[in-house]
């Protein structure tokens, strides 16, 4: 080391490196750098989040103007239904079922045979005073093929069907049995009753597998998992991130926005998202934000077969 350090002051002489004026100008700036107030460096996918999911609260997707809310639907029946959803709800104060693709856990009908069925059921439908022996069943959603929708509550006492029309409150009673009948055959048919022991054991098997899959990425890339963050910084974003998603949740929950599709998506994709680029800002150098990306595969492949299965 000695006959290195002699041989290299040889060729670069032994006089210092940087003049007394550049280092007292390095030592003025570097003292000067840690006196300025340290910027809130929080990820911005945060303020990204919070923006976007509160703008699909009061924008949403499955809101729609509806042309037919001054029609009944004993006129709009002279019209060949094009589609119409269903979704089991009890609750008459809120409506469950809409345009294909948008809301989670109903069934679309298309075939003729079921677009004729409905029409028909409609037909012979007549306006008249409810019950109060009738219990609200189903929601059903009807589009026409001129474009028009409307929305019925659908009501059954014993064998006997009803709809109420959402949007002109006006209730309607079935008279002709064979249509009332055929028609709640139908909606019996393509019930699903999804039991607590299913939901449970999907949400264990769910668990199961993201464990799985983080501890073959910590192991395939050598992450460790100690210490859980990086810096304060680091978990002061995560929790901000977690409190934030929290919060949401419970207002989708409290509103109801989760049958809808698009919130669903939008909602995890922020999430997962939000936790991939505070993993890659605060751990990028051990590789962190491969847990997050690997997390989000396997959570979006959940996600799809538990839509495929219980829909």
Not at 72 to 84: D, G, N, P, R, W
Not at 85 to 107: C, H, M, V
Not at 277 to 284: F, L, S, T
Request: aromatic fraction near 14%; glycine fraction near 4%; hydrophobic fraction near 45%.
């Amino acid at each position: 080391m000695t006959s290195f350090k002699d041989k290299l002051d040889k060729e670069l002489g032994e006089a210092p490196r940087f003049s007394q004026q550049l280092q007292e100008r390095i030592l003025h700036n570097v003292s000067q750098e840690y006196k300025q107030p340290r910027r809130w460096q929080y990820p911005a996918i945060i303020i990204g989040a919070v923006v976007t999911l509160f703008f699909l609260i009061i924008i949403g997707p499955w809101k729609q103007e509806d042309s037919s809310k001054h029609a009944t639907i004993i006129e709009l029946a002279q019209h060949e239904v094009k589609q119409f959803t269903s979704a089991y709800n009890w609750e008459e104060d809120t409506f469950k079922a809409g345009r294909t693709g948008w809301i989670l856990g109903q069934q679309a009908y298309k075939n003729d045979s079921e677009t004729k069925l409905i029409a028909n059921t409609l037909q012979k439908a007549v306006i008249s005073q409810k019950d109060d022996d009738y219990y609200a069943y189903r929601d059903v959603w009807v589009e026409f093929d001129n474009g028009q929708v409307v929305q019925l509550k659908m009501f059954l006492n014993d064998e006997q069907l009803a709809f109420s029309n959402r949007q002109t409150n006006i209730f309607y009673k079935v008279e002709d049995a064979d249509a009332a009948s055929a028609f709640i055959a139908l909606m019996r048919k393509d019930e699903k009753d999804i039991s607590f022991g299913e939901m449970f054991t999907f949400l264990i098997i769910a668990l199961l597998l993201v464990w799985l899959t983080e501890k073959a990425i910590r192991k395939m890339f050598s992450i460790p998992k100690e210490p859980k963050y990086i810096n304060t910084g680091h978990q002061r974003t995560t929790f901000s991130a977690r409190f934030i998603q929290g919060a949401t949740l419970i207002l989708f929950n409290i509103y109801g926005l989760f049958i809808y599709t698009a919130t669903i998506c939008v909602f995890l994709a922020v999430f997962m998202m939000s936790s991939i680029v505070i993993d890659y800002y605060y751990g990028r150098e051990e590789k962190r934000h491969y847990i997050s990306i690997g997390s989000f595969i396997m959570s979006l492949a959940l996600i799809i077969v538990f839509i495929i299965y219980f829909s």
